[in-house]
């Protein structure tokens, strides 16, 4: 059973950037698709961007489109999104996410799509 840990966030001013992480123990990263989740306070959460198993496919919300990047390194274990140009929307706690049995192009852009969660991790945008 996979442990999903992000890498800690932080506060920042709006346009800079910033990378989050994701690793896991217990189990090979390499074996499920993998998403970015985030919730803003007092609201539902959201999905981000996904990335398949190999790193080929990858899927964005359209508010993070052409700013935010999702990738995987397997041999690392390591699911990352970077985060450029960020906005104060942005701005909100940052959860990872991981499911097995994914179909290569499917979106799985829902959070009922996936079985493991990390803990999460706070971004803070200041504009």
């Known amino acids: 059973q996979a442990q999903l840990l992000e890498s800690r966030g932080g506060q920042v001013q709006a346009g800079a950037s910033l990378r989050l992480s994701c690793g896991a123990s217990?189990?090979?990263?390499?074996?499920?698709?993998v998403g970015w989740f985030r919730q803003a306070q007092g609201k539902e959460r959201d999905f981000v961007a996904t990335v398949g198993r190999s790193g080929g496919f990858t899927y964005y919300a359209d508010s993070v489109k052409g700013r935010f990047t999702i990738s995987r390194d397997n041999a690392k274990n390591t699911v990352y999104l970077q985060m450029n140009s960020l906005k104060s929307e942005d701005t909100g706690g940052y959860y990872c996410?991981?499911?097995?049995?994914?179909?290569?192009?499917?979106?799985?852009?829902?959070?009922?799509?996936?079985?493991?969660w990390g803990q999460g991790t706070q971004v803070t945008v200041s504009s």
């Open positions: 217990g189990d090979s990263l390499s074996r499920f698709r």
């Open positions: 996410a991981a499911r097995m049995g994914s179909s290569g192009y499917y979106t799985y852009n829902s959070d009922k799509d996936y079985d493991y």
